[in-house]
């Protein structure tokens, strides 16, 4: 494993899912500690749906989003615990990954402490 001088090491959490279920995992996400999230909306893709196409046909909850979030590593485990929890009642993916962070203070809440 390469060690990243100066990087801090975070938890990656990828969502793709129903424009209808955004704002539950969007919550879960916020609920976890999670400081902030990055949204992208009418992801098109290839899977185990079929082809999903990326247009919005009258708002955002017709097709699918993709939700990214960076956490710290030790708040990982409950929030993809509760991602799969919605994962097994609807259709959708989540992964989760280490990646490292310039800036930590980002990510972190504000009484956390280095």
Known sequence: MTTWTGLTPMARIEVVIDGEHVPTIRDLLLSSGATGYTALHGVSGFGHGGQHEGRLLFNDRNSLSLLISIIPIEQAQDLVAGIRR????????????????????????????D
């Open 86 to 113: 919605v994962l097994d009642t609807t259709h959708g993916v989540m992964f989760v990954s280490e990646t490292h962070v310039s800036r930590p203070d980002y990510f972190t809440g504000p009484d956390a402490t």
